[in-house]
């Protein structure tokens, strides 16, 4: 079950991405690396389509995704 593995996957960093912004807002961390929700939804719906298309080949894919550096004064703007 990869699809929903991947599904999952999005979801538990949409939530720790949520946190992170709050945790910045009250000031109990100083800074956060996060991958924006967005370009993530972009690239699972991507990836699974691919692997949709190709049901008979067995493969792994890797993406590497840019990252936003958030900051309390950041995430105001």
């Not at 100083?30 to 719906?45: G, N, R, Y």
């Not at 995704?65 to 950041?74: R, W």
């Amino acid at each position: 079950m990869p699809e929903l593995t991947s599904v999952l996957d999005v979801l538990i960093r949409a939530v720790i991405y949520f946190a992170a912004i709050a945790d910045l807002a009250a000031r109990l961390i100083t800074a956060s690396l996060c991958h924006p929700l967005e370009k993530m939804s972009q690239e699972l719906i991507e990836v699974m389509l691919r692997r949709l298309e190709a049901k008979d080949t067995a493969s792994i894919e890797q993406r590497i995704l840019p990252f936003d550096i958030l900051t309390p004064e950041s995430i105001w703007t």
